[in-house]
């Protein structure tokens, strides 16, 4: 089994069985707060699916805000090492993509989310590929607000301001059934953090 954790938009879970059927979710549609309800989501999503042994942990990798990404692939790898199972790096825009596939989307289109400070987090898609993974056309990117009309000009947009954490697990189940590394390693903040190393003064 897999559970799929992101906290891109929200906080999404889910318990996602390796053929990708969707056994449970639990969400919080609160874009703050993360960390104060990812324990209790995980437990819930597991406790109804009946506690099965979960043997991939998909980590929802973004584009989103620090503070939430880092709170969702923190607790993904807790889960990960504390299990013993596998972890499964996704790309979140790709779970948003296979949701408006799943919804009748067709021919090329862009995943937006909001990266705040006036900017947009967007994602090319085209369909699917061989493996039925959603087929990205771009990598996630950020674009000024100001400029989005300009910019996003292929195809349809899709403002999402939720994720399914159902639609996260069975991207990650897809990628294992493939044998293949959809998502990167670290996460995908899109800009540098605000804080920066104090400066040693001598």
């Known amino acids: 089994m897999i559970l799929a954790v992101d906290t891109s938009l929200g906080t999404a879970v889910a318990v996602v069985t390796l053929d990708g059927d969707v056994r449970a979710q639990a969400t919080s549609e609160n874009h703050l707060g993360h960390a104060e309800v990812i324990g209790t989501l995980i437990q819930e999503a597991l406790t109804a699916a009946g506690n099965p042994e979960i043997t991939h942990v998909a980590a929802g990798m973004g584009p989103g805000p620090f503070t939430g990404l880092r709170i969702g692939i923190a607790a993904a790898r807790t889960f990960a090492i504390a299990r013993s199972a596998h972890l499964v790096p996704v790309v979140s825009h790709d779970a948003l993509a296979l949701t408006a596939l799943d919804n009748g989307t067709t021919g090329t289109f862009i995943i937006e989310t909001d990266a705040r400070r006036r900017e947009l987090a967007w994602t090319t898609y085209d369909g699917v590929d061989a493996d039925g993974l959603p087929k990205r056309l ?21 403002v999402a301001t939720e994720l399914s954490g159902g639609a996260l697990g069975r991207v990650a189940a897809l990628a294992i059934a493939a044998d293949r590394t959809v998502g990167p390693d670290d996460a995908l903040y899109l800009r540098s953090p605000d804080v920066a190393a104090p400066k040693v003064q001598v």
């Open 138 to 158: 771009t990598e996630p990117a950020l674009v000024a607000r100001a400029e989005a009309e300009d910019t996003l000009t292929a195809g349809e947009r899709i």
